[in-house]
C-alpha cells in the first residue's frame, strides 16, 4: 500500500484529490498522525452496511413509538409513518451537533460507537434516512 506524505500531497492536491475521486481512497502520513482521504460513494459503501434500525411499540392509545437500536432516539407519533419522519429529523438533528462536538463525543465511551452512524446520517437528507429507518416489532 502506497501511503502517501502529506507534503507531497500538499503539493499535489489536485493531482490527489482527481485520485482519490477517480481512482481510490488515499492514506497521508503527516509526523505522527495517519488519515485516510476518501471520496462519498466509497464512503457510502463502506457505511451501507450501518442501518437505522428500530424498536416499533404500538401504545395503547394506538400510537406509534420508535425506539433507535444504536443511539439513544425515541419518538412517538400518531402513526409509523410520522413517527419515521420525527425520528430521521431527531437523527439528522443528532449527527449536526455530533459533528459540531466531534472531538468530545468521538472519544466518550458511550458515544464512540455512534460514529459510522453519524457519518451515514450526515452523507443523507432527512428524506433517505427515513427510507433507511428498519422497524422491528418491539414488546410493550
Do not use: Q
Not at 459533528?99 to 443523507?124: C, D, G, M, Q, T
Amino acid at each position: 500500500m502506497d501511503i502517501l506524505n502529506s507534503t507531497d500531497v500538499r503539493k499535489n492536491w489536485s493531482v490527489t484529490l482527481d485520485s482519490v475521486i477517480h481512482e481510490r481512497p488515499a492514506y497521508i502520513k503527516r509526523t505522527r498522525d495517519n488519515l485516510a482521504l476518501i471520496n462519498m460513494d466509497t464512503l457510502d459503501e463502506v457505511l451501507s452496511g450501518y442501518r437505522f434500525s428500530v424498536r416499533k411499540y404500538i401504545e395503547d392509545d394506538g400510537s406509534t413509538t420508535l425506539s433507535a437500536d444504536n443511539i439513544d432516539i425515541v419518538v412517538n407519533a400518531k402513526d409509523e409513518k410520522t413517527a419515521k419522519k420525527a425520528l430521521a429529523a431527531d437523527k439528522k438533528e443528532y449527527a449536526e451537533d455530533y459533528y459540531e462536538h466531534f472531538a468530545i463525543w468521538s472519544v466518550s465511551p458511550n458515544r464512540r460507537h455512534h460514529i459510522p452512524y453519524i457519518l451515514k446520517a450526515l452523507s443523507l437528507n432527512e428524506n433517505a434516512i427515513e427510507e433507511e429507518i428498519v422497524c422491528r416489532n418491539g414488546k410493550n
